[in-house]
């Protein structure tokens, strides 16, 4: 039976005449099927072939005969940069350390995320996070999860976003952080956005960044919403349930409620609200609601949650909905509810102003 086996370092292959060499570049590692194995002879025929007889210190031992090229392995594929080839920039902010490479030939962007450094003390203890995304089209996107904790969490973890050679130079690399209490809470740490343009060559670069703090991330600074979602084919029903809101920065004597309208395309088809709960900085609502919802409409429904305050015009809104709606983890929201039917999925969002 005949096996593959890993591929030798160009360095321990001299078995390859000089017309295989030169079938393989420089950087090219060369791959070979096992040797062919033939049973030891005693006779004439097996002498004058060159064969040894290997019986008296091994029964049953095969002698090797010829190995056969198959191809290449193409090491830069599979680089990965050593943290220890930079150290992070001085300063106090957090940095992230990750690597891009592009290879024309394949239309491929990869990206090896390495480590943190200067993790917040009070995120010492929980686990790190990685969302990374390539902009504008957001629904390219993998997670990473840091392999340790403390001040300087690594992940080392190596991404591919297929994206043609016309769009890679107007595309842009978002890699957002989260840190994950042991209550499952999330927290946002900062983001990293990197403009992928110019000639990022076949070997990549080693870049730190410093991340971009919640108060610098475009945030509106009105708080944020704790949202459930569950969506139930069989029964067609979309259950909404507000949870409790934080770090709001409305002030008012009357209270605040949330109003939760649904819209499939520019139609609002039907709007309930929670009651209203005093306008403390963290309020709490556990208020659910459902609409009915055919399958066929998910793609092209949305739910707007408006923030309001004294009966007025809204202070706050988030959309949840597919990608003609939203992005990023409002859209990644909807997502998960689709994908994991008749099961609440809940999440933090940031409050947005009213256009």
Known sequence: MVTMIAPFPACTTPILQSNQ???????????????????????????????????????????????????????????VPDVSEGSPPPGRAVQLCFSVAYRHENEQLYVSLLRLSNLPKCFYSNDTLADLRLLPDDRRRHKARARCRGRDPEFNDSFVFQVSGVCVSESVLSVYVLSVDRGGRHHAVGRVLFPIE??????????????????????????????????????????????????????????????????IHTRVVKSRRTPVVSSGADPGFNHKMTFKLHPSQLDQTCLSLE????????????????????????????????NTPNELVKQWHGLGKPT
């Open 21 to 79: 060499r030169s079938m393989y570049r420089p950087h090219e590692i060369p791959f070979f099927l096992p040797p062919r194995f033939k049973p030891t002879l005693r006779s004439e025929e097996g002498e004058k072939e060159g064969w040894k007889d290997l019986s008296s210190t091994h029964r049953g031992s095969l002698t090797v005969g010829s190995w056969y090229p198959v191809g290449s392995v193409r090491a830069s594929l599979y680089w």
């Open 198 to 263: 110019g000639e990022l060559g076949e070997g990549g670069r080693l870049l730190w960044r410093d991340l971009e703090t919640k108060d610098k991330m475009q945030c509106s600074g009105l708080g944020d919403i704790q949202v459930s979602l569950n969506y139930s084919p069989s029964l067609q029903r979309l259950t909404v349930v507000i949870l409790r809101a934080r770090s709001l920065q409305i002030h008012t004597d009357t209270g605040v409620c949330f109003q939760v309208s649904l819209q």
């Open 307 to 338: 923030l309001i305050a004294s009966g007025l015009a809204p202070v706050g809104v988030v959309v949840l909905g597919p990608f003609m709606y939203a992005r990023g983890p409002q859209l990644q929201h909807w997502t998960d509810m689709v």
